[in-house]
Nanobody, 123 residues
Framework: VQLVESGGGSVQAGGSLQLSCVVS????????LAWFRQTPHTKREGVAS???????YLLRSVQGRFIISRNNAKNVAYLQMSSLKPEDTAMYYC??????????????????WGQGTQVTVSS
């Protein structure tokens, strides 16, 4: 299983970006998809997760600004980010696991990870 992220870049505060995550060899172990982020000075933080039926769980600080979605036919997950803030600057990672249950945004619960895509928000 490989997860490949794209869509990162540099934007000004208030701007928008959409990240994509393509899942190769989708199957039972990649039913739950999620986005995490990390800076050089912070632990990896869960941002949003989504199950195969579209049920979502979002970090409180991004609620109302970020939307997670997926296209099961194309094996792609998306993270639509709007009203971006400088504190959203981070490397964003896509992750997958068998089921979305319990600790939705716990790093240790996820099995597969992408290489990350950088998001930089300037003030």
């Amino acid at each position: 299983v490989q997860l490949v992220e794209s869509g990162g870049g540099s934007v000004q505060a208030g701007g928008s970006l959409q990240l994509s995550c393509v899942v190769s060899q989708p199957g039972p172990d990649t039913v739950c998809l999620a986005w995490f982020r990390q800076t050089p000075h912070t632990k990896r933080e869960g941002v949003a997760s989504i199950d195969e039926e579209g049920r979502q769980y979002l970090l409180r600080s991004v609620q109302g600004r970020f939307i997670i979605s997926r296209n099961n036919a194309k094996n792609v997950a998306y993270l639509q980010m709007s009203s971006l803030k400088p504190e959203d600057t981070a490397m964003y990672y896509c992750a997958a696991r068998r089921r979305c249950s319990g600790r939705f945004l716990d790093v240790d619960e996820y099995t597969y990870w992408g290489q990350g895509t950088q998001v930089t928000v300037s003030s």
